[in-house]
């Protein structure tokens, strides 16, 4: 962009402030969106491919709470003076965020070229960085966008470099990602998959489905697992792992939980007293302090016993922002309700974890059940986890047992709990009080169901 006014000295000194980052001296997100304007303007004529990429330093917050903000300041401008130096004469590299930088390639056209030179930036940033007598070392991660037509404007080349990034952060550190059509069409489908389950939880269409839990070793059903499913008349029958993580996002997991909830509570009312109900909680839930108070409601409407019912929760959920996942877990027990961390194995498993919450259970994740047989890893660790279990007073389930030996294991090693197809699918309300009605005939008919 030009000075509107005159060519003078401190005309150009402030123009040039306004679009350069004070700390590194590269330019910021002004000179870069004005960089692709004008090469898009450039190109109207004759569009021949080029590319815009965003940077992303991985987990630079942690080593600025670690080494100081002045230190973090010093490592910003290393990096800055390590991609500048980078660039080539055609090359433009910007800073647009904290942690975020921008570079343009005019003349890198293909997406494999992108992915090359993005490839090259992360390593050139991974050597180690000087903070006083330390050293510290950082990953980045890349997204890049390819300008094709004229009828792409700046702004999209850079929300579509976003997109690429966001995947790229998704799938790990140090990960480069270049912006492809499969992405858009991607996105779109998440976008009507949201749009179809609005209409669905308001037309309370998703239902609750019930999965036996067991006592190993009297085989004797103990209480259910709750599972959200869902069958829209166009998408057809769509798993929970696609759209619970699009209702997280979305933020339409709350009235979609509290659905479930609802008609789970009144489907488990007419079952054998003794039987629990457990229902899966969504890290984004524990986030939010009405969770509580809304399975209060629910269960007060629904007139089911509190403590008949368990709370499922991932570590994931309690690591992003464990404060508030306390108080909401500390609001259910005080009513009677259970709580127990579920996929324990998976993730961030985090022994430290188990010292600050109590769980009153713990369930441990499919994939070390699956590798028992073969693995001596998955036994030893399963071995491990049933002891410190009984040190610390949880109850335990095995989750995803298909075999009679997987089972048969599992009790040789002590497991009391388990849970998988060997037992039961999971099945609607109606299969399941006919499995009761098989199962548990003295209890039903005690209550002439
Ligand atoms: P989860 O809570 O770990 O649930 C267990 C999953 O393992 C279920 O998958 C279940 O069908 C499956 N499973 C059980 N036994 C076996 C087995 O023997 N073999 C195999 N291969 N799989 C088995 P599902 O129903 O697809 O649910 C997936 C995940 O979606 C759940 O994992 C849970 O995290 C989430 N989810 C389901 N319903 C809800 C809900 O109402 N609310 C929330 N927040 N999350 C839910
Ligand atoms: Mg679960
Ligand atoms: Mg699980």
Not at 48 to 64: Q, R, S
Not at 242 to 249: G, K, L, M, N, R
Request: proline share 4%; with cysteine.
């Amino acid at each position: 962009m030009q000075a509107p006014f005159g060519t003078g000295q401190a005309n150009r000194e402030s123009t040039d402030l306004a679009f350069t980052d004070p700390l590194t001296g590269l330019g910021n997100h002004r000179r870069f969106f004005d960089k692709v304007d004008r090469l898009i303007s450039d190109r109207a004529d004759d569009p021949a491919p080029f590319t815009v990429g965003i940077l992303d330093l991985d987990g630079f917050k942690p080593i600025n709470d670690l080494f100081g903000h002045k230190a973090g300041d010093d490592i910003l401008i290393q990096v800055a003076m390590r991609l500048r130096a980078s660039m080539d004469g055609h090359s433009t590299v910007c800073r647009i965020g904290a942690d975020e930088f921008a570079f343009l390639y005019p003349l890198v056209f293909s997406e494999d070229a992108a992915a090359e030179k993005s490839r090259m930036l992360i390593e050139i940033l991974s050597a180690p960085y000087d903070v006083g007598e330390r050293t510290a070392r950082l990953s980045a991660s890349v997204g890049c966008s390819l300008f094709y037509s004229g009828d792409e404007t700046t702004e999209i080349l850079i929300n579509k470099a976003e997109t690429a990034l966001y995947h790229a952060k998704r799938s790990g550190r140090g990960r480069v990602v270049v912006y492809t059509r499969e992405m858009e069409e991607a996105a779109k489908r998440v976008t009507r998959i949201e749009q179809a389950l609005r209409r669905a939880v308001s037309a309370g269409e998703v239902e609750p489905h019930f999965q036996p839990i067991v006592d190993l070793t009297t085989r004797r059903t103990i209480g259910f697992e709750t599972l959200a499913r869902w069958t829209d008349r166009d998408l057809g029958a769509v798993p929970p792992t696609v759209f619970i993580p699009i209702a997280e996002e979305r933020g339409i997991i709350g009235p979609l939980s509290q659905l479930v909830l609802r008609k789970a509570t009144e489907a488990a009312r007419s079952w054998p007293k003794d039987l629990f109900l457990s229902f899966n909680l969504s890290p984004s839930q524990l986030v939010d302090q009405n969770t509580g108070l809304h399975i209060l409601a629910i269960l007060d409407r629904t007139g089911f016993d509190p403590r008949r019912l368990e709370i499922e929760i991932t570590e994931t959920g309690l690591m992003n922002d464990p404060a508030s996942a306390a108080q909401i877990v500390e609001d259910l027990r005080r009513v009677g309700i259970r709580v127990s961390l579920d996929d324990f194995g998976t993730g961030q498993s985090s022994l430290g974890r188990l010292r600050e919450f109590h769980f009153d259970k713990l369930k441990i994740d499919r994939a070390f059940v699956a590798s028992i047989l073969e693995d001596r890893p998955s036994e030893h660790i399963i071995r491990a986890i049933l002891a410190m279990c009984e040190g610390l007073g949880m109850d335990v389930v095995a989750e995803g047992i298909e075999e009679e030996a997987q089972a048969d294991r599992l009790v040789q090693f002590g497991c009391a709990g388990g849970q998988g197809y060997l037992f039961g699918k999971p099945a609607d309300a109606d299969a399941t009080l006919g499995y009761l009605r098989d199962s548990f005939r003295g209890a039903l008919r005690a209550k002439a169901i």
